[in-house]
């Protein structure tokens, strides 16, 4: 089973907060969109992620659900190049998601327009060309197909 937490669709969170938890989403056994609503009647969407893959920590916005006896495998890695067909996790738009990522997934948060994508890079920057996804700095952990075979996941 490995571990289960309940992640709050926050487009407000740094990069600091995101890279808690963006290992686990880019290499979730599961993602469960869940929708809940509270006693004063705020709507908030979240997500319930199964990962093999330890985060670093809890933020805010991270809540532990269960724990397996198993160790997860703890993942630093990360590249910094927008390459097509690196796997990425983002904070963004859905616009800048359409334009620069393929075969994505889309949680939306409980309120703005800047939503959670996770996928594959769908261009290559370059010195001519560059993503609005790295354009606009956007909260980010991409790797490379490389690195995930490297890593045996």
């Known amino acids: 089973m490995a571990k289960v937490y309940q992640l709050g669709i926050n487009g407000a969170q740094t990069q600091s907060e995101f ?12 993602i469960v969109p869940v929708h809940t609503q509270t006693e004063g009647g705020s ?20 809540e532990l ?20 067909g690196n796997l990425i996790a983002v904070l963004c738009p859905s616009a800048e998601a359409q334009a620069d990522m393929r075969n994505y997934m889309t949680f ?3 309120s703005g327009d800047i939503h959670l994508h996770i996928g594959l890079c769908n261009t290559t920057q370059s010195q001519d ?22 890593l045996g996941l």
């Open 65 to 84: 659900l269960a724990d397996d006896s198993r160790s997860e495998a703890a993942i630093t890695v990360s590249t910094g190049k927008f390459v097509e």
């Open 129 to 150: 060309y560059t993503p609005d996804i790295i354009a606009n700095n956007r909260v980010i952990k991409m790797i490379t197909p490389a690195q995930v075979k490297n």
């Open 43 to 62: 709507n908030v969407k979240a997500i319930i992620v199964t990962s093999g893959v330890d985060s670093t920590g809890p933020t805010a916005t991270y």
């Open 19 to 30: 890279d808690d938890y963006s290992h686990s989403l880019l290499f979730a056994d599961t």
């Open 108 to 110: 939306y948060s409980s």
